[in-house]
């Protein structure tokens, strides 16, 4: 805040205005001036309030002599209100529109809606113009004289004209109302020049009227302004009553230098005040505290010639001060606002050029959305933009996420409808291998069958819910048909009992098998006690998975003693188990690959599910970092398990 003239001595010429009532003047000479107060955020300032230019030219008017100290009234400094733009964009819309606009503006105040008005006004004539243009040139190219061209007459300009008619009749009114107040107030402030004039040229004691002639001073500071071409004459009038009767107050020296005392004693409390602001750190605070300084200042009476000067130089110095802090305090504030201003534009472009349409799986999306989740962060540590684009950089970037959020929903869509697609698919080959189950042409049905396993294999996955009710009824009807068939060339009952002794025995072996200096010459005789088991035949079905898997436990602890590890482990072993299958026919092949090949489904779809949800979880927080860190381990696990039983499967494939 600048104080207008700060420059100026504002206290009064002896002889002309005198005595400590000349402090309740300040608010006569600026009554008309109405402080422009600049909010924090309010950078550019556009527009000045016609108050301040009356009682400029007011002020002008009077001769520094004549000015006195409380003339001087504590204003914006020269920084008028932001002009606010109007709230709708109706560049976009037609006359129609505009009219129905204009109609909605012209039933509310007149000050609130004139800008927005005389917007439309503009936008509808425009738009006029451009169709009159338009008119003329297709009369001009079908070979008509421009002189003889006549525009077509617009229905709606005569609704517009109309609604305009009634705006300015509403505008009309107000100015009158308006002028009518000035009047009002004119014609008061007459009355009381009338009365002052009546205690000046009064012959009683005036000493006796002063406290009737403040009371006049103080109304005339309530009644508002008055006409433009009467205010100067009007203030020379109110001035020169003042000096007047003033000049006719005879106040003893002794009451007069007690006042002058008093009066310094309170402004060089007002100017040490006004001083220590320059050590608060609140900018707005010590502004703020600064403007009540300059109200009180205001109220007091004037000080001694000698020390007026001074006293008032100390007083506009420490106000300089601050307001040049205060200046440069928004003058930071806009430089920010326009490097975050810059920040934000460039993370929009970062946005705008991202490129998602080759994302075609779940972990693309999740790696993609990590990056724009990312940036979106990066958004929020950002401070605003300058006001007048701060919404539009905001709608900018939140443009270009939901475009990004839209593509990422639309993949989730055509995915969710590709998982129906292959339900229907593997519904149907549930449907054919029932069909089968109940055939006795083992060889043709088997072949069958174990095709139909190969077309389940290239099936893509289906939703969670559906995979383990498909897999059962697809592996019930292949089950029922091999279990029916291994009945009906079954006869090995005696042959089986004297193989479950035999592995018995090779189980024993295997567990007293002990290992030489030389870690090749072990493996191998390990892998004879294996190949071993190979050539014994079936055991009793209830007894198998037992005596396997105290088979696989032996071997298990040999290898181990061998570091040989766990994928060439089991590889080795399977190895084994497809010889012994093979010599054994064609059907334990089948058999086997049959379990491979849904246990490779399963695994497949496990890792499609974990591979859909991870896409749902977000690693912003810790608890949802840990979950995708073991969903990912799990899905490698799964995949290691997958790719080993694809190599079984291979493997068998080769002996078939």
């Given at each position: 805040?600048?104080?207008?003239?700060?420059d100026?001595?504002?206290?009064?010429?002896?002889?002309?205005?005198?005595?400590?009532?000349?402090?309740?003047?300040?608010?006569?000479?600026?009554?008309?001036?109405?402080?422009?107060?600049?909010?924090?955020?309010?950078?550019?300032?556009?527009?000045?309030?016609?108050?301040v230019?009356?009682?400029?030219?007011?002020?002008?008017s009077?001769?520094?002599?004549?000015?006195?100290?409380?003339?001087?009234?504590?204003?914006?400094?020269?920084?008028?209100?932001?002009?606010?733009?109007?709230?709708?964009?109706?560049a976009?819309?037609?006359?129609?529109?505009?009219?129905?606009?204009?109609k909605?503006?012209?039933?509310?105040?007149?000050?609130?809606?004139?800008?927005?008005?005389?917007?439309?006004?503009?936008?509808?004539?425009?738009?006029?113009?451009?169709?009159?243009?338009?008119?003329?040139?297709?009369?001009?190219?079908?070979?008509?004289?421009?002189?003889?061209?006549?525009?077509?007459?617009?229905?709606?300009?005569?609704?517009?004209?109309?609604?305009?008619?009634?705006?300015?009749?509403?505008?009309?009114?107000?100015?009158?109302?308006?002028?009518?107040?000035?009047?009002?107030?004119?014609?008061?402030?007459?009355?009381?020049?009338?009365?002052?004039?009546?205690?000046?040229?009064?012959n009683?004691?005036?000493?006796?009227?002063?406290?009737?002639?403040?009371?006049?001073?103080?109304?005339?500071?309530?009644?508002?302004?008055?006409?433009?071409?009467?205010?100067?004459?009007?203030?020379?009038?109110?001035?020169?009553?003042?000096?007047?009767?003033?000049?006719l107050?005879?106040?003893?020296?002794?009451?007069?230098?007690?006042?002058?005392?008093?009066?310094?004693?309170?402004?060089?409390?007002?100017?040490e005040?006004?001083?220590?602001?320059?050590?608060?750190?609140?900018?707005?605070?010590?502004?703020?505290q600064?403007?009540?300084?300059?109200?009180?200042?205001?109220?007091l009476?004037?000080?001694?010639?000698?020390?007026?000067?001074?006293?008032?130089?100390?007083?506009?110095?420490?106000?300089?001060?601050?307001?040049?802090?205060?200046?440069?305090?928004?003058?930071?504030?806009?430089?920010?606002?326009?490097?975050?201003?810059?920040?934000?534009?460039?993370?929009?472009?970062?946005?705008?050029?991202?490129?998602?349409?080759?994302?075609?799986?779940?972990?693309?999306?999740?790696?993609?959305?990590?990056?724009?989740?990312?940036?979106?962060?990066?958004?929020?540590?950002?401070?605003?933009?300058?006001?007048?684009?701060?919404?539009?950089?905001?709608?900018?970037?939140?443009?270009?996420?939901?475009?990004?959020?839209?593509?990422?929903?639309?993949?989730?869509?055509?995915t969710?409808?590709?998982?129906?697609?292959?339900?229907?698919?593997?519904?149907?080959?549930?449907?054919?291998?029932?069909?089968?189950?109940?055939?006795?042409?083992?060889?043709?049905?088997?072949?069958?069958?174990?095709?139909?396993?190969?077309?389940?294999?290239?099936?893509?996955?289906?939703?969670?819910?559906?995979?383990?009710?498909?897999?059962?009824?697809?592996?019930a009807?292949?089950?029922y048909?091999?279990?029916?068939?291994?009945?009906?060339?079954?006869?090995?009952?005696?042959?089986?009992?004297?193989?479950?002794?035999?592995?018995?025995?090779?189980?024993?072996?295997?567990?007293?098998?002990?290992?030489?200096?030389?870690?090749?010459?072990?493996?191998?005789?390990l892998?004879?006690?294996?190949?071993?088991?190979?050539?014994?035949?079936?055991?009793?079905?209830?007894?198998?998975?037992?005596?396997?898997?105290?088979?696989?436990?032996?071997?298990?602890?040999?290898?181990?003693?061998?570091?040989?590890?766990?994928?060439?482990?089991?590889?080795d072993?399977?190895?084994?188990?497809?010889?012994?299958?093979?010599?054994?026919?064609?059907?334990?092949?089948?058999?086997?690959?049959?379990?491979?090949?849904?246990?490779?489904?399963?695994?497949?779809?496990?890792?499609?599910?974990?591979?859909?949800?991870?896409?749902?979880?977000?690693?912003?927080?810790?608890k949802?970092?840990?979950?995708?860190k073991?969903?990912?381990?799990?899905?490698?696990?799964?995949?290691?398990?997958?790719?080993?039983?694809?190599?079984?499967?291979?493997?068998?494939?080769?002996?078939?």
């Open positions: 805040m600048n104080p207008l003239d700060l100026k001595d504002p206290e009064i010429a002896p002889g002309e205005i005198t005595e400590t009532t000349a402090k309740t003047e300040v608010t006569d000479v600026v009554e008309n001036v109405e402080t422009v107060e600049v909010a924090p955020e309010t950078v550019e300032i556009t527009e000045t309030a016609p108050e230019t009356e009682v400029v030219e007011v002020i002008a009077v001769t520094v002599a004549e000015t006195p100290e409380t003339l001087v009234e504590p204003v914006a400094e020269a920084q008028p209100t932001e002009v606010k733009s109007t709230t709708t964009d109706y976009a819309s037609t006359k129609s529109e505009l009219i129905d606009a204009l909605v503006l012209v039933s509310k105040e007149v000050d609130a809606v004139k800008d927005e008005v005389e917007t439309i006004k503009q936008l509808f004539y425009k738009k006029i113009k451009a169709e009159i243009e338009e008119q003329k040139k297709a009369f001009l190219e079908a070979g008509g004289e421009e002189i003889e061209f006549i525009a077509e007459k617009d229905e709606l300009e005569e609704a517009m004209k109309a609604l305009l008619n009634e705006f300015r009749g509403k505008k009309a009114l107000l100015m009158a109302q308006i002028e009518k107040e000035k009047e009002n107030n004119l014609l008061q402030k007459q009355h009381l020049l009338e009365q002052m004039k009546v205690l000046v040229d009064s009683d004691d005036v000493s006796t009227h002063i406290n009737e002639f403040r009371a006049l001073q103080q109304k005339w500071k309530t009644i508002g302004t008055v006409p433009q071409s009467a205010s100067t004459e009007l203030w020379k009038q109110y001035s020169l009553y003042q000096e007047s009767f003033w000049d107050i005879k106040i003893n020296n002794e009451l007069r230098e007690y006042d002058f005392k008093k009066n310094l004693e309170s402004k060089t409390y007002l100017c005040a006004a001083e220590k602001l320059a050590n608060v750190e609140d900018v707005i605070s010590a502004f703020q600064l403007q009540k300084l300059h109200e009180e200042w205001h109220e009476g004037p000080v001694g010639r000698e020390i007026r000067e001074q006293i008032w130089t100390r007083f506009k110095e420490a106000s300089t001060a601050i307001n040049k802090k205060h200046q440069s305090y928004f003058d930071s504030i806009r430089k920010l606002e326009d490097e975050n201003f810059e920040a934000k534009n460039a993370l929009c472009e970062k946005i705008e050029a991202f490129d998602f349409s080759n994302l075609n799986n779940y972990k693309a999306w999740d790696e993609a959305t990590k990056t724009v989740l990312a940036w979106q962060e990066e958004w929020r540590t950002i401070g605003f933009a300058p006001r007048k684009v701060n919404q539009k950089i905001f709608d900018r970037y939140r443009k270009a996420c939901d475009a990004f959020f839209a593509a990422k929903g639309e993949f989730y869509k055509e969710k409808n590709v998982l129906t697609q292959n339900a229907d698919k593997k519904k149907a080959l549930c449907e054919k291998a029932e069909a089968l189950k109940d055939s006795t042409e083992w060889k043709e049905t088997s072949d069958k069958l174990i095709q139909l396993q190969k077309e389940w294999k290239t099936v893509g996955p289906v939703a969670k819910k559906f995979s383990d009710e498909l897999w059962k009824r697809f592996i009807a292949c089950d048909f091999f279990e029916q068939k291994n009945k009906s060339t079954s006869g090995q009952r005696t042959a089986e009992a004297d193989n479950l002794t035999k592995k018995k025995e090779l189980i024993a072996k295997i567990t007293a098998f002990e290992k030489t200096d030389n870690p090749g010459e072990s493996l191998n005789a892998r004879a006690l294996m190949a071993e088991w190979s050539t014994i035949g079936h055991v009793p079905f209830k007894e198998k998975d037992k005596v396997y898997k105290e088979y696989r436990d032996a071997v298990d602890k040999q290898f181990e003693a061998l570091n040989v590890d766990s994928s060439n482990r089991r590889m072993n399977f190895r084994s188990n497809v010889k012994d299958m093979a010599v054994k026919g064609e059907n334990k092949l089948y058999r086997e690959r049959e379990k491979l090949v849904r246990a490779f489904e399963h695994l497949k779809s496990e890792i499609a599910t974990y591979e859909n949800n991870i896409g749902f979880f977000s690693s912003n927080s810790k949802g970092g840990g979950l995708i073991e969903m990912e381990r799990k899905i490698e696990a799964l995949k290691e398990e997958s790719k080993l039983i694809e190599q079984k499967i291979n493997l068998i494939d080769e002996n078939i």
